[in-house]
């Protein structure tokens, strides 16, 4: 069997799932492998269960072959098949790669687009060489516009899942330092995510710019449609409006958008609701839509949300961090008018050998501001120096939080996924 044929029963049975628990009756099982699972040994049990198809790659369990394909890499049958549909799809393909808020960008940027168009995105954060091809497989043939996030923590990533997706239009959102130690440094980092913008100019494609980073600007010379954002001498210009903890924004260069209230934390938003607004206004969408799609979205998954506890307002930002990020969340708090501030900050994870010395830069930068209490927790802030208190992890910050007694307090909380800061309110 080859791919055209996978192709055609795909065609008839275009669910692929990859995980018997959720597999439902007429989908197409791929048996992946990870580090502690083989897939192969679930294939006969997911046809049991009403699977329409298995794609495998273990002889052993090559048990029912009307039903099977066995191929030398069930992986890169998913991703050549994901290439098939994508070369059947006439649509534009919106990339959006970058260090910090891909998901959040998506996000808005699909939310507007789907108010207009048939739209499909990368559900949640599947961004990586499954989950592109996967996000590519549930468009249907009918679909308008496609918009799919791509992570990468090693160089190279996202060029192979440009290969698949090929991506018509692109946003990198910012570069900064995150996985320093798959990248080896700043400059890694920026030859990985440049890797999309090498294929929109090798492939005539449009990039949407925000024009206050200098360095995007400069990558993207030699792209044929470089479309800007930002606050001024841009094709779309906005406002940010960010004196209270959530940020609104108006548009002024497309008056009848007007100001947007939006649901999100903080000035670093303010790129991600123009990548919105400049996409939405590129496509066509009304600009009515474009205000209102915007302002009813609320993020979630902990991912700079607000939270109000009795007469204290948590920024409750635990989905991630890294150096910029966390530059940018504790500038915004800083900005922000509130008599009673208090930090609660996680440890920053997978900063290899800069993990002492960019945990020591974040103290030095929360030095600038006068803040009512500062709680460090875990990680490599054991090894800065600093004025602060210092607790071993989560729990210790939420007996600590408990026994403060806040009232009338702004609280912002984050810090890296695997030290589950999200506990410190609980
Ligand atoms: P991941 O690498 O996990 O996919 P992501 O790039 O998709 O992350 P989001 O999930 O959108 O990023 O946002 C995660 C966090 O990044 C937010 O909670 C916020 O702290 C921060 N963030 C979002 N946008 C920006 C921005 N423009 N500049 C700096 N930090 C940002
Ligand atoms: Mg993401």
């Not at 198809?53 to 998913?78: C, G, H």
């Not at 059947?88 to 919106?94: G, Q």
């Not at 966390?326 to 800069?354: H, Q, R, S, Y």
Request: aromatic letters at 8%.
């Amino acid at each position: 069997m080859n791919i055209e044929q996978l192709y055609d029963i795909y065609k008839q049975y275009p669910s692929i799932q990859t995980d018997t628990r959720q597999l439902k009756a007429g989908d197409i099982f791929f048996a992946l492998k990870g580090p502690n699972f083989n897939g192969n040994t679930y294939a006969a049990a997911a046809l049991e269960k009403g699977a329409a198809f298995a794609v495998i790659d273990e002889e052993a369990y090559y048990t029912q072959p009307e039903k099977m394909m066995l191929t030398s890499d069930v992986l890169e049958t998913l991703q050549q098949l994901a290439l098939h549909h994508r070369q059947n799809l006439d649509i534009p393909f919106l990339a959006i790669t970058g260090t910090n808020g891909k998901t959040t960008t998506k996000e808005l940027v699909s939310t507007v687009l789907a108010s207009a168009f048939k739209t499909t995105a990368t559900a949640g954060n599947l961004n990586n060489h499954i989950g592109v091809p996967l996000t590519i497989l549930r468009i249907p043939s009918d679909a308008a516009i496609a918009v799919i996030e791509m992570g990468a923590n090693h160089e190279h990533e996202i060029e192979s899942y440009c290969k698949i997706a090929r991506p018509t239009h692109g946003i990198i959102t910012n570069i900064g330092k995150a996985h320093l130690e798959g990248f080896g440094s700043e400059e890694g980092v920026r030859r990985a995510k440049g890797e999309l913008y090498d294929f929109l100019r090798q492939n005539k494609g449009t990039v949407f710019v925000c024009n206050e980073y200098p360095y995007l600007l400069d990558m993207s010379k030699g792209i044929a449609t470089v479309i800007t954002y930002g606050q001024q001498s841009a094709d779309y210009t906005g406002q940010p409006l960010a004196d209270s903890a959530l940020l609104s924004v108006k548009v002024t260069s497309h008056e009848d958008i007007g100001q947007i209230d939006s649901q999100l934390v903080g000035a670093y938003n303010f790129p991600n609701v123009m990548a919105a607004v400049a996409v939405g206004l590129h496509f066509g969408v009304p600009a009515e839509k474009i205000r209102s799609s915007i302002a009813a979205y609320a993020p979630s998954n902990n991912r700079s949300q607000v939270i109000k506890q009795g007469s204290n307002t948590v920024i409750m930002d635990a989905y991630n961090a890294n150096p910029s990020s966390m530059k940018a969340a504790i500038e915004n708090f800083a900005g922000i008018t509130a008599a009673k501030k208090v930090l609660l900050l996680g440890a920053m994870m997978e900063l290899g050998a800069d993990s002492v010395k960019e945990h020591q830069a974040l103290v030095d930068l929360l030095q600038r501001t006068h803040w009512h209490a500062v709680v460090l927790v875990g990680g490599d802030f054991i090894k800065t120096n600093h004025p602060y208190i210092f607790l071993e992890n989560a729990s210790a910050a939420a007996s600590w939080l408990q026994q403060q007694q806040f009232t009338d307090t702004y609280l912002l909380i984050k810090g890296s996924r695997s030290m589950g800061m999200e506990k410190v309110i609980l």
